[in-house]
């Protein structure tokens, strides 16, 4: 783990690890997210990730959805990034649906549908 915080170039646009096997969920959570759980600077200014054969799998995918905020396009495993981009959307969908429409199962007690 790092112990002094680091500040990452608030340029960097493009990260292309491309066939780096060794490139894995971990190291892009690192990269990603300090110690103190906060994004990095590099979350503001990226904007496309390029991850084909690394170690990245859907929990990886994810960590760069919840955190890249202006990501504009992403090209790893389509597998991948179909399963965190379903998982990501459906907690988002879930989050907002509650803030709009806050429902208490206990009061519907027959549907007639």
């Known amino acids: 783990m790092r112990k002094k915080p680091f ?4 340029e ?3 990260l292309n690890v491309t066939g780096s096997a ?3 969920d ?5 990269l990603l997210v300090s110690d103190d ?3 990095t600077s590099l979350c503001e200014s990226l904007k496309f990730v390029k991850m084909r054969s690394t170690g990245v799998r859907v929990a990886g995918v994810r960590i760069l959805f919840a955190r890249a905020k202006n990501l504009l396009g992403v090209r790893c495993s389509s597998l991948d990034v179909l399963q965190a981009l379903a998982i990501h ?5 879930s989050s907002t649906l509650k ?4 429902i208490d199962k206990r009061k519907i ?3 007639p549908f």
């Open 22 to 24: 060794g490139v894995t």
């Open 99 to 102: 803030l709009f429409f806050p």
């Open 89 to 93: 959307l459906k907690g988002t969908l």
């Open 26 to 30: 971990k190291g892009l959570e690192a």
């Open 109 to 111: 007690s027959h549907c």
């Open 12 to 14: 960097f646009q493009e």
């Open 7 to 10: 500040k990452l170039c608030s």
């Open 37 to 39: 759980s906060k994004s």
